[in-house]
Structures are given as structure tokens and as C-alpha cells.
């Protein structure tokens, strides 16, 4: 009988192996642990320095490919980072995320409820037909519709007409302090109605064109291999210096990013993790930078059972070792965090929401004695779940730790927790399918807001919060958010928002883990972009040059 | 002569003591590894899923012998107990296919006819679909975890064996001894189950050596893309994918042991699986 399988290639294929672990053993053995390394610290200011000239052609990895462009769909990430620079709206987020008039050259209130936009004349849509109040009215509405992604900015909108040939006026149910800023978000987006129509429900989809009026056109879009996105030949702000000629996107998990941007294929990326920083930090062609985001990495609690009862979900946020998790996820590049915003968010009255962040208590960036006590004591106060809490995880660096973590921090004070993976492609239907969030108690995700502000963000603890998936419920919390919606004057809003924010903490609907700043990579000779999240909005590619003219 | 499988594996007098150094290192590899799984919270220095933030990324030291994972866990105890659930696994698939398959195979080769048409048609269609493909719609359906992927894979693996089961069993059924025991009155079964399957039984097991390596590959690959093993198991397909992060940072560890005990357990167990094969098959 012949021998399926030689005995040289089985004497072969046996030496190989024993040879991988002696290299094995050597190569692990050269590097320093993580926790024996030294702090890793990175510029860290809005944008990286200005560009001195232009540049032809990037190209940009993302970390996955776009969905679709129509933003009453969806978006995410990767949309936001492309479109960015393709479609604007009526107010426009700066580097600093601060908010100022765009496509609206101005935004007021005229009384108690009514604010009115003037819209800016001499816009043009990419294909050449002038914006009209008509064309801003009808994106709102759409953005307004029932079931469309961005119809919770206009929660509080009663009616929207024109009332001007350049003015829409707004009516609101009440004063909405972050409407205006809120425009500066996907909810602001300006859409040229007449190519929206004629694509219909294909609008979004590879193949159509852009409905925009930004400083770049949507050039190909091939599935599954790349998007181009081209300077716009006619764009009509003459006083934009628009530096890059295009950017050609691909997309690929972070360990491809970081080996394209080592092996020179990328010339940049907003980086999906801070901790890919880490390995690229050692790459001489590859400069890096890290700014002010709003984004958090949280636990955000289901309505499945277990945590109802909010002791259970303090004695949780007590427990879980967030300086660990920051560390062992992050390389030490994001910071234990007490709050589910980051401090991006705080566009006004810093100092006050600095001193009221410092004086929050339930989460300890890494557990003493004394928390772990108390979180105990919860426990036993509240009895435990009779079944194992569940966490949810993708697989995914920070998900993985964040969801080992929790476990750990569940054994510690007498609870069971068991991780259970959904896959990626899976996850974001935590936010949309019940029958999702019935497969976990927690899953984690990093939340962001577009406006720096955090009473933006806090309108998801009210009751009737479409994320309020736990059913945290008090009247006084929904009574304190609609005062802080009407509230225009920042210091009465700040004490407000200060208020909701230490009622979030003390109840923890979603259990707050850290702070994640907006990191980027660039090739060493390209510069100018924002290194702020302002990228997810801003039109950054136009900022992108080189370092020498 | 009929003879049981025990009693052919006993008195193959050549296979003891034909030189063979390979053989012998992979069976020596393959009892330490099977010790080590007996033994391994004995021999295990920390609780596999002990976390240690203060300790992640860890070189190999003499407190970490190989090292520490992202979560500072000990990489050598994860091993060790990783062990257990990499061997059981694969144990557990192959009990339930060979008992489907070997009685799919069996009844198949000893009815012939339409029985052997149908069931041969049924396993076709089975081997038609891509096995992954009908794990991933098994585990749909049940749901993830260690033990769904077992079943999902002895599904898919049954009619692998029916298949062997029934080219082996209709060649031993055309040995007299078969004719003789039908002469005497036996019954079908006494006769398929008491005398031809023993029979069988040295070349099946040399086969299903070898499918053990490949239900261990198959499962830690299921557990790579979560739909086995979940966290925090140290199953070392597991490992391997929470450990890939470590790659981009410099950490090879974290996946490297594990790839490389998958991969030293397989060779080993397919070094044995065709020598077995090679030696009971020459001498059945």
C-alpha cells in the first residue's frame, strides 16, 4: 500500500514545527511587555500642522467599506469619513469641534420655539444646479421622516416651511437648545432633491451619483475593492483651498491598515483603535497624531432581564477595572472614563464640567478594596440574577477585553457573567433588532456624538430614548432634559447638563469604560488634516497636502 | 479465521517491533499531550482565565513560562487547559459520526440494492454540501458553543465515514467466513455487528486517527470564527483568534503557541493515524 503521506514530508513538516518554536521562543523572548514599556505619548491637539502644498492623489484606509451614501439609511464610521468631504450641511464642525454656519449663513431664534435659517445663496449642487430653500426644506424633511436615521434631531420640530426665499423657519414644540448645532450633523445635510428622486430607493448604492454640494465628487465606487472620491471641478466656495486632487479609499480590518501603512501602499487612516498607534509608532515614514473626540467606549445595558435592577448595573460599574481595560485595549492610548461622552463634547463651560466630572463617583478607573465592598454589598442588597448575566462580544480586540474584563469583574463581587459572540457583521443590530439584544444583558460599542454638547447626548437616558434599552425611567431626568433642551444660555445649560449627567451615572443605564481620542496615521510627508473626530463631518481631504510646497 | 479488533492489534507481531523512530516520537508526543490533558489543572501554575492588567503582553519569565496574553493571562496554563477541550472535542465528533456513519456504511454494503442506492444518494448529497457552509446553518439553528459545533461536525463527518464503512464492509463481506456463519443460521446482525465490523475495525481505526487531526482542525477553526468555543475558554482555536491582535503590536506569542500546538497535535496524530492505517491495513 502506498503511503498517503511520505515519511520524509512527515519528517520534514515534524522539524518545521520544532524549528517555528525555537524561533518562537526567541522572538517573544527579545520584546518588552507591554506593562514593562514606556508610556506612549503622541501629539495631541485638533489638527496636525497646516500643509504647505498639494498633493495629487492619496490613498486612505478605512475600516470597512461604505454601506451606502444615503445617510437616512445608515451611517457609520466609514461613511462619515468619506462623505465628509462630499456633502455638507447647514452648519459645518471645525477642527476644535466647534459649530459654525455652512450651507446656512446664519441660524437664529426669533422667539421661544420658532429658529430660522437663511440659506446661503450661490451654492451649487455637483451637478450645477443652485441649492434653493426649496432644496434645503425638502432634505429636513426627509431627514425628519419617520423611521429615517436622523430623525431624532427633529424630535421637538412641530412644522418646517419656507418662509423666505432664502429661509426656512422652524417651529419647535419647545426651545431645542442643540437644533442648531445638531445641523451640523447628517441631520443638517443638504440633498439635491432631483437627483435623489430619479436614483429612488437605488440612491446609496454603488453606481448612483452624490446629491451633494461639497468639496469633493463622488468618483467610482467598485464593491469590494475601492471608492474614489475627486476634487469637485466646479465647487462653489472660491475661497476653499481644496489641497488633495483625490483620495481613493480601501478598507480592510486594523492589522491590514497598519501593515499598508507600514509597507507604504496608505497614505493614511483615522485609525478604528487607538492601540494600532502602537506598532506604527516604530515606522519612520509614518507620523502620528491623536485629538479631542466625543466618542466613549461603553457598555450600553439591554432590556433582556438580569440588569433591570440598576444595583446590580452600579455594583458592575464599581467593579470593572477600567485603567485595565484601557490599558490591555488601548496600549495606554485612551483614558478610564466615569461618563458615556468624551470630553470633546464639552464645546462650553469646561471648567465647570471638568470640576463636576472630577466629583463623580460609581467608576473607579481601577477598583480599591472599598468599591469592590460596596459593590458587594449592592449585590447581595439586590440579590443575584438567577441566570448568568450575558456579554456580548464580537471577537474584536477592545470587545474581547472589555467583555473578559466585565467577566472578571462579575466573579469578583459574586455574580456569574458569560461572554457570548455575535459576529461583526451582526453587532449593529444590537441597536435595531430586539431579538439581537435578547442574545446579551451588555454589549459594548463605541458611542459618539456629532455635537459638542453633552446635552445631545444625554436625551438618551429620557424614558422614550430609542437607546434607552434598559428602561431606566425618572420623571425628574426626563423633566430635567426637556429644561435643558430649552436652555440657549450655555452656563444655565451646563449646570443642567452637569445634573444629567451625574443622575446617568448614578442610575448607569449604560456602564461608561473609557475615552477614546481620534487617532490618525499619515504618511511623514502628508499633513494638514484634522486629528480631532471634527473628520467624521469635516471635509478633511481638502486639508490634506504636503509638508513642503 | 475471524478475529476481534483487540486481538488483531495484539497480534500483529510486526507492528511493536518494526523500527519506525517517527511513529514512535508522535505516539510518545501524543500520550504526554493526552497526560497533560488528564493532569492539566495540576499542572496548570495560574486559573486560565486569571486577568492581569499589570501583566499584559508579558515576555516568557519564570513566573509566565510563555508569556502572558492581551489580559495578562498566563499563556502556559491556558495551554495546558486547553488541552482538555482541544482533545475531548474532537473525541466527542468522532464517537457520533463513527456511530452514524459505520451504521449508515454497514447496513448500506450488508442490504446492497436499493437500501445501498438510497443511502449512498443521501451521503452524496451530503458530501455535495459544503461542509462549513452546513456547520455554519447547524450552529444557525442551535446556536453557538462548544458542543453544537461537536454535533455539527459529527453531521458532517458521518457520511465521510459511511462512505469508508461501506467500501471496507463489502469487501470483508465477501470472505467465506460471512457464507459460514450464514449457513449456520446466524442472524444479519449477529453477523454485521459481532464478526464483520471487528474485523473492520483495525483499518477503521487507522482512518479515524486521521479524522481525529482533521476534527481537531475543523473545530479550532470553528472556535476562530466564534462558533465554537466561546471566551473565556482557552480552546486553542480561541486563542489563536484573540491572540491575532498581538501580531500587529509585535506579540507572536499569544498565537503562535496555540497555532503551533494544533499544529504539532494534528501532524503527530496524522503520523500515527497512516502508520496505523499502513500496518493493520497491509496485515487485515
Redesign the interface.
Known amino acids: 500500500m502506498n503511503t498517503p503521506f511520505p515519511r520524509r514530508r512527515l519528517a520534514g513538516t515534524a522539524l518545521a514545527t520544532g524549528a517555528a518554536a525555537i524561533l518562537l521562543a526567541g522572538c517573544t523572548a527579545a520584546g518588552p511587555s507591554t506593562s514593562e514599556a514606556p508610556a506612549v505619548e503622541l501629539p495631541f491637539g485638533p489638527t496636525t500642522p497646516a500643509a504647505s502644498g498639494p498633493v495629487d492623489s492619496v490613498t486612505w484606509m478605512l475600516p470597512s467599506e461604505p454601506a451606502t451614501f444615503d445617510f437616512d439609511i445608515d451611517s457609520g464610521a466609514a461613511e462619515n469619513t468619506v462623505f465628509a468631504n462630499v456633502c455638507e450641511r447647514l452648519m459645518a464642525v471645525q477642527p476644535d469641534l466647534t459649530t459654525v454656519p455652512h450651507l446656512a449663513e446664519s441660524a437664529e431664534w426669533v422667539d421661544d420655539t420658532r429658529v430660522v435659517f437663511t440659506i446661503r445663496d450661490g451654492v451649487t449642487f455637483h451637478d450645477g444646479s443652485p441649492m434653493t430653500a426649496a432644496d434645503v426644506l425638502w432634505s429636513m424633511q426627509r431627514h425628519a421622516a419617520e423611521g429615517a436615521d436622523e430623525s431624532d434631531e427633529y424630535a421637538n420640530v412641530v412644522s418646517m416651511e419656507q418662509t423666505g426665499e432664502r429661509e426656512i423657519t422652524v417651529t419647535m414644540a419647545q426651545r431645542d437648545a442643540i437644533f442648531i448645532q445638531a445641523m451640523a450633523g447628517n441631520g443638517g445635510m443638504v440633498l439635491n432633491p432631483r437627483v435623489v428622486e430619479a436614483q429612488g430607493d437605488a440612491f446609496g448604492s454603488p453606481g448612483t451619483p452624490d446629491a451633494c454640494t461639497g468639496p469633493y465628487t463622488l468618483g467610482e465606487w467598485k464593491p469590494g475593492s475601492s471608492l474614489t472620491i475627486e476634487r469637485a471641478a466646479d465647487y462653489w466656495d472660491d475661497s476653499r483651498e481644496v489641497l488633495a486632487g483625490e483620495v481613493v479609499f480601501r478598507w480592510a480590518d486594523q492589522s491590514a491598515v497598519v501593515n499598508a501603512l507600514t509597507a507604504g501602499e496608505a497614505d493614511g487612516s483615522y485609525l478604528d483603535s487607538p492601540a494600532s498607534a502602537i506598532p506604527l509608532q516604530q515606522v519612520s515614514d509614518v507620523s502620528l497624531a491623536q485629538g479631542p473626540s466625543t466618542n466613549a467606549w461603553v457598555l450600553l445595558a439591554t432590556e433582556r432581564g438580569p440588569l433591570a435592577d440598576e444595583r446590580i448595573r452600579q455594583a458592575l460599574s464599581l467593579a470593572i477595572d477600567r485603567s485595565g481595560i484601557t490599558t490591555a485595549a488601548f496600549g495606554g492610548l485612551a483614558q478610564p472614563w466615569k461618563t458615556p461622552i468624551g470630553q470633546g463634547a464639552w464645546g462650553y463651560e469646561t471648567e465647570a464640567f471638568q470640576a463636576a466630572y472630577d466629583e463623580l463617583e460609581g467608576a473607579p478607573a481601577s477598583p480599591d478594596a472599598a468599591d469592590l465592598e460596596r459593590a458587594k454589598a449592592l449585590v447581595a442588597e439586590a440579590g443575584a440574577p438567577d441566570e448568568p448575566i450575558l456579554v456580548a462580544s464580537d471577537g474584536g480586540s477592545v470587545r474581547n477585553v472589555v467583555s473578559n474584563a466585565l467577566v472578571a469583574a462579575a466573579k469578583q463581587i459574586g455574580l456569574d457573567a458569560e461572554i457570548v459572540t455575535v459576529p461583526s457583521a451582526q453587532y449593529g443590530d444590537f441597536y435595531s433588532d430586539e431579538a439581537v439584544r435578547g442574545q446579551a444583558d451588555l454589549f459594548s460599542d463605541e458611542y459618539y456624538i456629532s455635537k459638542n454638547d453633552p446635552v445631545g447626548f444625554y436625551k438618551n437616558g429620557a424614558s422614550t430614548a430609542t437607546v434607552n434599552f434598559v428602561g431606566f425611567s425618572d420623571p425628574d431626568y426626563d423633566a430635567l432634559v426637556k429644561e435643558a433642551f430649552a436652555a440657549t444660555d450655555d452656563a444655565e445649560r451646563a449646570e443642567l447638563a452637569i445634573e444629567l449627567q451625574r443622575r446617568w451615572v448614578e442610575a448607569t443605564p449604560w456602564i461608561s469604560i473609557a475615552q477614546s481620542p481620534s487617532t490618525v496615521a499619515l504618511r511623514a510627508e502628508l499633513t494638514g488634516v484634522p486629528a480631532s473626530a471634527a473628520y467624521l463631518y469635516y471635509p478633511w481631504a481638502a486639508d490634506l497636502g504636503t509638508t513642503e510646497g | 479465521m475471524t478475529t476481534t479488533a483487540t486481538g488483531a492489534l495484539l497480534r500483529r507481531d510486526g507492528l511493536a517491533r518494526r523500527r519506525d523512530p ?1 511513529y514512535a ?2 505516539l510518545a508526543f501524543l500520550g504526554l499531550v493526552v497526560l497533560v490533558a488528564a493532569f492539566a489543572p495540576l499542572l496548570a501554575p495560574y486559573p486560565p ?1 486569571a ?1 492581569d ?8 519569565s519564570p513566573a509566565h513560562l ?3 496574553d ?3 493571562r498566563d499563556l502556559f496554563s491556558r495551554l495546558l487547559l486547553g488541552t482538555r477541550e482541544s482533545l475531548i472535542g474532537p473525541l466527542a465528533l468522532l464517537a457520533g459520526a463513527t456511530v452514524i456513519g459505520v451504521a449508515i456504511g454497514l447496513v448500506a454494503a450488508w442490504n446492497g440494492g436499493w437500501v445501498d442506492v438510497l443511502l449512498a444518494r443521501i451521503t452524496d448529497v451530503m458530501f455535495a454540501f459544503p461542509g462549513l457552509l452546513f456547520v455554519v446553518l447547524v450552529i444557525a439553528v442551535f446556536g ?1 458553543g462548544p458542543w453544537t459545533a461537536v454535533v455539527a461536525l459529527a453531521l458532517a463527518y458521518a457520511p465521510v465515514i459511511a462512505k469508508f464503512t461501506r467500501s471496507i464492509a463489502l469487501s470483508e463481506l465477501a470472505r467465506p467466513y460471512v457464507d459460514a456463519y450464514r449457513v449456520q443460521g446466524a442472524s444479519a446482525v449477529h453477523i454485521a455487528v459481532r464478526r464483520v465490523l471487528p474485523n473492520m475495525t483495525p483499518a477503521l481505526l487507522g482512518y479515524l486517527v486521521v479524522l481525529f487531526g482533521e476534527g481537531l482542525m475543523s473545530l479550532a477553526t470553528l472556535s476562530y470564527l ?2 465554537g468555543a ?3 475558554s482557552s480552546e486553542w482555536g480561541l486563542m489563536v ?2 491572540g ?2 498581538g ?7 499569544p498565537t ?2 496555540p497555532g ?1 500546538a494544533i ?2 497535535v494534528v ?2 496524530v ?2 500515527v493515524g ?1 502508520r496505523l ?2 500496518r493493520l ?2 496485515r487485515a
Open positions: 517517527l516520537v508522535s482565565d486577568i492588567f499589570t501583566a499584559i503582553w508579558g515576555s516568557p510563555l508569556g502572558t492581551q489580559l495578562g453557538k466564534g462558533f466561546q471566551p473565556p483568534q484573540e491575532q491582535d501580531i500587529v503590536l509585535g506579540h507572536f506569542a503562535l503557541v503551533l499544529a504539532a501532524v503527530a496524522n503520523i497512516v492505517s499502513e491495513g497491509a
